[in-house]
């Protein structure tokens, strides 16, 4: 194989030296595998010595039924994705999977579920334990194959989704990048996805500190996961999910139309939106009885020529 791979050290290598031995035991060759997956033999060679990224999850499935391993490949794929992730996340990826209802709450990005792969790309660079670019393009395939498992599956959940303005106005990679993220979000809008935008007039909100998102499961339960910038957290108890919910209700509430934000994402990809600025520099500055809104300054009266 090249490089030793010692199966005990991981999932990653369990699956490397698996996919080798049960190759090796059906007397097939790299090119021979690589033809029943539908991919170039270097991708097999690449997934045996742990070279390249790691295997996509439809990599996982194919290998699994052409070397008839009965999951076991599917099952250390999965493992795989558990070491890859900080504990609080897998907690909730793993409830995300089954969920049947899925809530969204985005404060400052797109939900990874509905991020094109350039879009990924932009956001997941920055992360502070990014080491590599192999890293990179490790995240980006584990947030590509997340979608396909979860929005391509037979029984989809289904998603209602409230962006912040932010997430319009504050630009992820370039123009392109872009138009682009919001070309996709108009597509996931006509597949049936409720999407509304929540507008910088609306003011403050429970939910200021970070993104939302409530699941619900097929036995009726909920949980809600919190995440900030740095940190994310499942909550699974009974009120605080409750209170969850009804801070959600609230930001719909006050969240614009799915219409009124269709209009407002189109004006994005087509360049003429106008971010809000202006208007409430403007609103700001606008007299009361005492002088400007929140001040106690009182202007002069200017003497006539």
């Known amino acids: 194989m090249g490089r030793a791979i010692d199966p005990t050290q991981s999932a990653a290598d369990m699956f490397a030296w698996r996919v080798f031995k049960l190759r090796k035991a059906r007397n097939l060759t790299q090119c021979q595998l690589g033809n029943k997956i539908h991919v170039h033999d270097t991708r097999i060679n690449q997934i ?3 070279t390249g990224s790691p295997p996509t999850w439809e990599q996982a499935r194919g290998l699994d039924e052409a070397l008839e391993a009965d999951e076991l490949l599917i099952d250390l794929w999965k493992a795989i994705q558990r070491e890859l992730v900080p504990d609080y996340v897998r907690k909730y990826m793993d409830r995300e999977l089954t969920a049947t209802n899925l809530r969204f709450y985005a404060a400052q990005i797109v939900p990874g579920l ?3 792969k350039a879009y990924a790309r932009a956001t997941l660079r920055l992360g502070q334990a990014l080491t590599s670019d192999d890293q990179l393009r490790d995240r980006i395939s584990r947030r590509m194959d997340r979608q396909t498992r979860i929005l391509r599956c037979d029984n989809p959940p289904h998603i ?7 997430v319009l106005v504050r630009s992820a990679g370039n123009q392109s990048v872009m138009r682009g993220q919001m070309a996709r979000l108009l597509d996931e809008a006509d597949a049936g996805t409720k999407i509304q935008i929540l507008p910088f007039r609306a ?8 993104s939302l998102t409530l699941a619900q499961m097929p036995d009726g339960s909920r949980c809600a996961y919190t995440e900030s ?14 209170a969850f919910g ?13 219409q009124e934000s269709e209009a407002m994402i189109k004006s994005v990809v087509k360049g003429t939106y106008r971010a809000p600025h202006r208007l409430a ?17 009182i202007p002069r009266r200017r003497s006539r020529p």
């Open 229 to 242: 910038a740095f940190d994310g957290r499942l909550w699974e108890g009974r009120s605080e999910v409750s």
């Open 48 to 50: 045996e010595r742990r």
């Open 203 to 210: 003011g403050e909100h429970g939910a200021m500190g970070g």
């Open 246 to 258: 009804l801070t959600y209700e609230q930001l719909r509430a006050s969240a614009l139309s799915a």
């Open 160 to 166: 209602r989704v409230i962006l912040d303005e932010a």
């Open 114 to 116: 509905l991020q094109t």
């Open 281 to 297: 520099n403007f609103q700001l500055q606008q007299p009361t009885r005492g002088g400007m809104r929140g001040s106690r300054y």
